[in-house]
Structure formats: structure tokens, C-alpha cells
């Protein structure tokens, strides 16, 4: 079975301070995806992750890939209240009959307070 | 550019009443569709599914059902709504080319069912 697992899914921050939310994922893909949901909205792509190694930064976040570990990070730099939202890893599924869909972690609400 | 529509932004609704909601995209020919819905607080379950007119594939079973009956036009559809169809309805689209299957979220309705 598939499983995508986010670490940890709540996060409670104080502004300034540095954090990072893990994703873990079961299934064998070199292609991992996040997003950003604000409270009562729709979610946003931030990055997508297409190989090993890949590293992409928007601001104070960062994300990683190790495919090998079957491991994405997402970094949080001097961390500020308008990051405050529940982020979400995503997993391609490459194989058999849902191929072309995602499997979604469970997400991790991030606050973040001053 | 691509964008995606949701209609109605929120609903309310009895029980063993009818629903349906419509999901458009434009900018974008062949779309991969999705249904998603998110019970408040929880992560994002997959409804239905579709790679063309016509083709739908459900997730998990229930009271609820999707028709694809234009290339970009998704219809979520039940003929009687229960207590447990309250949620937050997430219409997405994908490319379906095999590069990336980043998927693209619409503003989402939010169904409340009394």
C-alpha cells in the first residue's frame, strides 16, 4: 500500500525561529510535490521536486528531495506569522491502475505566533 | 493561462436532497480531473477520477457520483445527500503528460449538509 506520512502534523512556531516539517513515502518515485493551504482555502502549489537531490526555495522555505531515502524536507528560515497554513506533501503514483494520481500526506498545520 | 472554476462557493443543503456541483477548466485541452473532498480539519480524500470524456473512476465507494460529460467540464453529483457529504469539495486538473503530474486546485465549494 502507498503511504505518504508527514512529520510532525502539528507545529506550533515562535516568529524567527528555524523548523522542518518531514515527508516519508513508501513507494518507490522521484517525483514529489508541495502545497500550501490557507485556513478555508483551496491549495497551492509551492514546489515540485522532480529528482533526486532537487532542491528548490521560495522565500523562507525550502524543500529537498532524496529518493534514495524516500525523504522530502521542507525548511522553514526565521520563520513569520504569514507562513502560518497546513502544508501538504504529495507522492506520483508511477504504476498500475491509478497511474497519474497522487497519494496526499495527512498535512502539517504550521502556526506560527510572535 | 490555465485556470480552473467551482461552482457553487458554498452550499447548504438538507438531508435526501439532490447535489450537484460543476468544475470547468479553461486555457488547457485533455485535462487529467479530480474530485477531492476534505472533512473540516482532515486531509484531502479522492473522490473520482478522470483521464476523458466520459471516464470516471471512483476511489471508494458511496453515495456520490461524477460524469466528465465535456473534455473540461467535471460534474460531482448525488441523488440523496447524507450528514457524512458535508465537507470542503476540491475540483482539480493535471496535464496527463508523464513529466510531472503536478495537480491544479480549484477555489473549492463548501458543502454543509443539515
Known amino acids: 500500500e502507498l503511504k505518504v506520512e508527514q512529520n510532525p502534523l502539528f507545529l506550533s512556531m515562535q516568529e524567527g525561529k528555524n523548523y522542518t516539517i518531514y515527508c516519508n513515502y513508501s513507494?518507490?518515485?522521484?517525483?514529489l510535490y508541495w502545497y500550501r493551504q490557507d485556513p478555508g482555502k483551496s491549495l497551492e502549489s509551492l514546489f515540485v521536486?522532480?529528482?533526486?537531490?532537487a532542491v528548490k526555495q521560495e522565500g523562507r522555505l525550502m524543500a529537498s528531495l532524496d529518493t534514495k531515502a524516500r525523504l522530502s524536507t521542507l525548511h522553514i528560515t526565521a520563520a513569520v506569522h504569514d507562513l502560518s497554513a497546513t502544508y501538504f506533501c504529495?507522492?506520483?503514483?508511477?504504476?498500475?491502475?491509478?497511474?497519474?494520481?497522487?497519494?496526499f500526506g495527512k498535512g502539517t498545520k504550521l502556526s506560527v505566533k510572535p | 493561462s490555465q485556470t480552473i472554476h467551482q461552482w457553487p462557493a458554498t452550499l447548504v443543503q438538507p438531508v435526501g436532497s439532490p447535489l450537484s456541483l460543476e468544475c470547468t477548466v479553461e486555457?488547457?485541452?485533455?485535462?487529467?480531473l479530480y474530485w477531492y473532498r476534505q472533512a473540516a480539519g482532515r486531509g484531502l480524500q479522492l473522490l473520482f477520477y478522470?483521464?476523458?470524456?466520459?471516464?470516471i473512476s471512483s476511489e471508494v465507494p458511496q453515495n456520490l457520483s461524477a460524469s466528465r460529460p465535456q473534455d473540461r467540464q467535471f460534474i460531482l453529483s448525488s441523488k440523496k445527500l447524507l450528514l457524512s457529504d458535508s465537507g470542503f469539495y476540491l475540483c482539480?486538473?493535471?496535464?496527463?503528460?508523464?513529466?510531472?503530474?503536478?495537480?491544479?486546485f480549484g477555489p473549492g465549494t463548501r458543502l454543509t449538509v443539515t
Open positions: 486555457g488547457t485541452s485533455n485535462p487529467n
Open positions: 482539480a486538473w493535471s496535464t496527463g503528460t508523464t513529466s510531472s503530474y503536478e495537480q491544479y
Open positions: 478522470s483521464v476523458g470524456i466520459g471516464q
Open positions: 504529495a507522492v506520483d503514483v508511477l504504476y498500475g491502475g491509478s497511474q497519474g494520481n497522487l497519494i
Open positions: 521536486l522532480l529528482s533526486n537531490g
Open positions: 513507494t518507490t518515485s522521484d517525483r
